[in-house]
């Protein structure tokens, strides 16, 4: 079993939805990312949190340390945002460096 | 200007070859990391360093080599590839420092796609 779980694998929305992507870890952690993977293949972060709720712009993430699970949110969706979300978790190594742990992947395709 | 640059973005060779892909960040950060991303699109870490010092190595078979010149450049050297190497591979870097347990956003290169025959 994956120590990084998300939900759905694949999600098909209308243009305007409202997208909930999930994301459930089973390990102590210091820090949760989001990231997105474009069609073209490129990688950015969209959010990092350790606690709490972060916005920008359409784009809301929260996380639940307690229930080790994560949300993130798309408010009226559009197909530009249509891509990959991917889930990934930072642990530390016994030195203290920190590595990604990574789940999945959810492809979102948001239809005009 | 580019924060993390990769080249080549593809890569076609035959079984048995010795190829690199080279990476460099502009951002000043200290770490930098070597992912594989397999066909499934599963992304999995393969190296870390910090500062030129190798310091995590996820038991990636010894044909992988990694080698960091300066804190700006991590390269990744594949002796005997074989067809099981074929993937995206992509270099990320952050600005941790190794031994801090801070958490860092990661900034990823564009991928090289290396394909195997």
């Known amino acids: 079993k994956n120590e990084v779980e998300q939900s759905p694998q694949n999600l098909t929305a209308q243009e305007g939805e409202f997208i909930t992507i999930n994301c459930s870890y089973s390990v102590g952690i210091s820090a949760l990312h989001w990231l997105q993977q474009h069609p073209g293949g490129g990688i950015v972060s969209l959010f990092m949190l350790s606690s709490g709720k972060k916005k920008h712009g359409r784009l809301i993430a929260t996380i639940n340390i307690q229930e080790k699970h994560s949300s993130l949110h798309i408010t009226a969706s559009h197909p530009r945002d249509s891509a990959v979300y991917i889930c990934?978790?930072?642990?530390?190594?016994?030195?203290?460096?920190?590595?990604?742990?990574f789940g999945k992947g959810t492809k979102l395709t948001v239809n005009p | 200007d580019t924060a993390v640059s990769q080249t080549p973005k593809y890569l076609v060779t035959q079984m048995g070859n010795d190829k690199s892909i080279k990476c460099e960040q502009n951002l000043g950060h200290d770490t930098m990391y070597w992912y594989k991303q397999d066909s499934k699109k599963f992304l999995k870490i393969m190296f870390s360093?910090?500062?030129?010092?190798?310091?995590i190595n996820e038991t990636v078979p010894n044909r992988f080599s990694p080698k960091s010149p300066d804190k700006a450049h991590l390269n990744l050297h594949i002796n005997s590839l074989e067809l099981g190497d074929s993937a995206v591979y992509f270099c990320a870097s952050s600005q941790g420092r190794s031994g801090s347990r801070s958490y860092n956003e990661q900034f990823f290169g564009p991928g090289t796609r290396l394909t195997v025959l």
């Open positions: 990934a978790v930072s642990l530390h190594t016994q030195g203290g460096s920190e590595k990604l742990v």
């Open positions: 360093y910090n500062n030129k010092e190798l310091i």
